[in-house]
């Protein structure tokens, strides 16, 4: 599986933008899929995930709120749409997948497949 992440770029504090992300070489239907980020000069921190089912989601309290992931399994993507953005946003974002079970879905390290990142940035 490759993924592609894409709908990065630059947006004022408080605007929006959706990131997509898409799977291909095969499907990911049945793999849990996340979002991370990485600032400039700090560790990489989950965002989102949302289960392969699509039926469960949980989101880093930083985000909850104003952030909301989703997922298309017939077209096998991905999105995460960001409102109300923050400074403090900008960032690298990573999508990810990966099978694990429910009580470790936030951890960075059972995710085998990762994208290349989008850049999002949020200016003041």
């Known amino acids: 599986v490759q993924l592609q992440a894409s709908g990065g770029g630059l947006v004022q504090a408080g605007g929006s933008l959706r990131l997509s992300c898409t799977a291909s070489g095969n499907t990911v239907n049945r793999l849990n899929m996340a979002w991370f980020r990485q600032a400039p000069g700090k560790e990489r921190e989950f965002v989102a995930v949302?289960?392969?089912?699509?039926?469960?989601?949980y989101y880093n309290d930083l985000v909850k709120g104003r952030f909301t992931i989703s997922r298309d399994n017939a077209k096998n993507t991905v999105s995460l749409q960001m409102s109300s953005l923050k400074p403090e946003d900008t960032a690298i974002y990573l999508c990810?997948?990966?099978?694990?079970?429910?009580?470790?879905?936030?951890?960075?390290?059972?995710?085998?497949?990762w994208g290349q990142g989008t850049l999002v940035t949020v200016s003041s």
């Open positions: 949302v289960r392969w089912s699509g039926g469960y989601t």
């Open positions: 990810a997948a990966g099978s694990m079970v429910l009580s470790s879905i936030r951890d960075e390290r059972l995710y085998k497949t």
